[in-house]
């Protein structure tokens, strides 16, 4: 081989090996409780990240690169959340979808914008998550003191004269959603007769349920998610109690109703417009229930959440944190989420929360 037939091979190498690493695939993050009381969540977001990045990379993926899923675990815990964040960081993923619990996407978050990566959370609805300041981080969801003053209000209309409780986990979430609901109502000129704290994991929760006999409470709100929602509504039931359990978005599964059976009849809760309804989603409804699996909740969200970062991806040509990040409070994206923009804080600006309410095992809008 002569020096100039081997400088050309050796230029034609570099090139091809250029070709390639252009066309190397994108990771992404998806981060959610994959383990734990709150699986149901998790697998939500799992379901809506495959089927998303499925789409997409049929499409020809983002910035002519394929995208792959990286799935971290946080099982709804701070610690193991601020883990899967520090592991997300080791792989140089540019984008996460997640976290579900607001507990874990707050420690999470400030992983991500140490190491620039940029996060959208489909669920994690505290205030703070956004109030902060953090230029990468971004929600589709809605917030607390959306959903607590959208509770607040059904409670002084629809529910006037009731005896209202109210009860929280001491979660970021919990805690937070019972607060701002409190807060809401309490302006609205309508005081609260109970105000507790759980412990969530607990299996008994008669002293509560006595508290709110004694009380004659007609109406108790939830701070908390669905296996102590679902609980706490039995054993209410078990004590002859007829008070209403209302609550927030952590209640949008079906598995609070295999918690409650019958008892759980009549449960109010908040969430935002169910996007199975629009007309446009109803070829992807369908894929999900030929796989006899239900999209509600959050899977959507995810689905929707994948679909605004990659076209902010393909507008800002780069899948930098700080650019994309520019775009998404800059231009609006067509989802499954419907056509959504963000604010300067991150914050979703699409429709907030309406009340839903179970019947027969189902649960759909309230009259």
Request: contains cysteine; positive net charge; proline residues 3%.
């Amino acid at each position: 081989m002569t020096r100039t037939t081997f400088s050309a091979l050796a230029v034609a190498c570099a090139v091809l090996f250029s070709a390639q690493a252009a066309r190397a695939d994108i990771t992404i993050g998806v981060a959610g409780p994959l383990s734990g009381s709150e699986a149901a969540f998790g697998e939500q977001f799992r379901r809506g990240a495959v089927k998303a990045v499925d789409d997409i990379n049929a499409k020809g993926g983002v910035l002519g690169q394929k995208l792959v899923l990286a799935m971290g675990d946080d099982a709804c815990d701070p610690k193991q959340a601020v883990a899967v964040a520090n592991e997300m960081a080791s792989k140089k993923v540019p984008f996460v979808a997640g976290h579900f619990c607001s507990g874990s996407s707050i420690p999470a978050s400030d992983v991500y914008s140490e190491t620039g990566i940029l996060q959208i959370s489909p669920a994690s609805t505290n205030p703070k998550f956004t109030e902060r300041g953090l230029g990468n981080v971004f929600r589709t969801c809605g917030r607390d003191d959306q959903q607590g003053q959208i509770a607040a209000q059904y409670m002084a209309t629809e529910l006037k004269g009731k005896v209202i409780g109210i009860v929280h986990d001491k979660s970021a979430y919990g805690k937070g959603l019972a607060d701002q609901t409190k807060d809401a109502l309490n302006k609205l000129g309508v005081k609260e007769a109970v105000y507790e704290a759980i412990t969530a994991g607990e299996k008994d929760y008669s002293a509560l349920v006595t508290k709110l006999k004694q009380a004659k409470v007609d109406v108790l709100y939830l701070g908390g998610y669905k296996t102590e929602g679902g609980l706490i509504v039995r054993q209410m039931r078990d004590q002859g109690l007829k008070t209403v359990l209302m609550g927030g978005d952590a209640l949008v599964t079906e598995e609070y109703w295999s918690i409650t059976g019958a008892a759980g009849e009549g449960t109010l809760m908040t969430f935002s417009p169910d996007p199975r309804k629009n007309p446009a989603n109803a070829d992807l409804v369908k894929f999900y229930r030929a796989q006899n699996y239900e999209p509600e909740a959050y899977t959507l969200y995810t689905y929707g959440t994948i679909q605004a970062w990659a076209q902010a991806a393909e507008k800002a040509k780069t899948t930098d944190a700080k650019k994309v990040a520019a775009v998404l409070k800059s231009e609006k994206f067509d989802t499954a989420l419907g056509k959504i923009g963000f604010d300067a804080k991150g914050d979703v600006a699409a429709p907030g929360y309406v009340m839903y309410v179970w019947k027969n095992g189902k649960y759909d809008y309230a009259k």
